[in-house]
Structures are given as structure tokens and as C-alpha cells.
């Protein structure tokens, strides 16, 4: 699985380091120094992957993604961090971050979670043209919510809907089983199905964002509910209503 792969980071060791461990695996690396040339070079080279150093000069990671989801566009971002507060991780998360890894890091885990990211990017780009989908890439929907896995689309009353792709694995599963109450851990399983570092509070604020972005009043969720002391679960409020009035 080769990829074009960006490493935005300042300190040269590092980078240097990084660089090596991805190019042993036969992927294409542009390495750059600072937070305005990563933005500058994701815009013109769309690479498969932006592993983002979150201290660096100019623009800052956290500021890189913010206005890259802001130009809806959805690359993987796997953030490198020295910031050890779980406040300032989720905060990346909840920005579009797909991953993080504190520093000091294993490079043999960075390149798991390289190969996680890659492998569901390429899942969720949809199959080749002329291809047949594969089972569980059909297009669903939950009352007026739709969900294409083939074509990564959401769209809600027929309105576009732009999920990072962690947003969108969790919508994804959910949307295949309506009604279905997930918990915390099985969603995390969705996200980073091999990472014993991130909480559940991970998932809380990809719910949250998800909420933002599909519900009518995302403090008065209709579609996306908590089960209290469970999980979540994705439902039709149209049938809702109807099961209230009868």
C-alpha cells in the first residue's frame, strides 16, 4: 500500500527519522518545516496522508487542520504531538484530526497507525469505476439521513453533509444498524481499533461534532441519542414521533 505521504515537522531529527521508517515501506515522503508550507503543499499535491507536528512555526498544527477542514478538505491527519493533557489531544480531535501519538513515540506504532489510516481512507474513497460494491458499501438511510460508504456522502433532506473520516466511520456503522445502541468501546473499535491509549471521551467529541453537523438543534439531538450509561444510537425522529403520538 504506497502512498504520497507529507510529514510536517521542525525539528529535523525527527522528521528525519519519520521520513525513513515511511520510505522503508515504500511510500512517497515531502517532509516541510513549518504549519504554512504543509497547508501550501496538501492544497497542491492532495497527498494520501498529513502526519502534522502540532508545535511548529508559522501556523501551528491545530491551526493547519482547522482551516483545512474548513476547505472541506479530507485528507487523513495524523497528529504528532508533545502535549501530554488529554484536553489538548481531543482538541485536535475535535478540530478533524484523525489520530494523534505523543511524543516520545514506538516508530513501528506510528507505522500501524500509518497503514490503519491509509487502509480505511482507501476503503472509504469507494471502489474503481466499473467495479462491483462490495456488501456493506450500498448507500443506507435513516429517515432523511443517507449515508453512502462507496462515495463517502452524507447528506441530510437531500443537504451535503462534510464528515472528517473518523466522523464518518462512526455515522457509517451506525447508520448500518438503526436503532442498534453502540457503546463507547465499540465505536472506538470503528476509530482505532488497535489503540489502547485513547478514551472514550474520544468518541464523545466526534458525537458531539456529528451533532453539529446533522441535527437541527445538536443540543436537542433527535437523530444521534444518548443511551445513558451505555452508549449511543442513530435513529429516524420522524419515527419517533410517530410511535409518541400513537
Known amino acids: 500500500m504506497c502512498a504520497n505521504i507529507v510529514v510536517a515537522e ?28 504543509a497547508l501550501d503543499e496538501v492544497r497542491c499535491e492532495e497527498p494520501d496522508l498529513l502526519v502534522l507536528d502540532v508545535m511548529m512555526p508559522r501556523t501551528d498544527g491545530l491551526d493547519v487542520v ?14 504528532l504531538t508533545a502535549r501530554s493533557t488529554e484536553d489538548d489531544l481531543l482538541l485536535g480531535l475535535d478540530l478533524g484530526a484523525d489520530d494523534y501519538m505523543t511524543k516520545p513515540f514506538s516508530p513501528r506504532e506510528l507505522m500501524a497507525r500509518v497503514r490503519t489510516l491509509l487502509r480505511r481512507n482507501r476503503r472509504s474513497a469507494g471502489p474503481a469505476t466499473g467495479a462491483v460494491p462490495a456488501a456493506g458499501d450500498e448507500a443506507v438511510s435513516v429517515g432523511t439521513l443517507r449515508v453512502d460508504p462507496a462515495r463517502h456522502e452524507v447528506s441530510v433532506e437531500g443537504t451535503p453533509v462534510i464528515c472528517t473520516p473518523g466522523e464518518f466511520r462512526i455515522l457509517a456503522a451506525m447508520a448500518a444498524e438503526p436503532d442498534r445502541v453502540f457503546t463507547r468501546q465499540r465505536l472506538l473499535e470503528e476509530l482505532h481499533g488497535f489503540d489502547k491509549y485513547i478514551s472514550g471521551r474520544t468518541v464523545d467529541v466526534h458525537i458531539m461534532n456529528l451533532r453539529k453537523k446533522i441535527e437541527r ?29 400513537s
Open 10 to 37: 521542525d525539528d529535523a531529527k525527527q522528521a528525519e527519522l519519520v521520513r525513513r521508517y515511511l520510505e522503508h515501506e515504500g511510500h512517497t515522503v515531502t517532509v516541510v518545516e513549518d504549519g504554512r508550507t
Open 66 to 79: 482547522r482551516i483545512l477542514r474548513a476547505e472541506c478538505r479530507e485528507v487523513p491527519v495524523l497528529m
Open 217 to 245: 438543534a445538536p443540543r436537542r439531538p433527535a437523530r444521534l441519542l444518548t443511551v445513558f450509561g451505555v452508549g449511543y444510537k442513530l435513529t429516524d425522529p420522524a419515527k419517533n414521533v410517530r410511535r409518541a403520538s
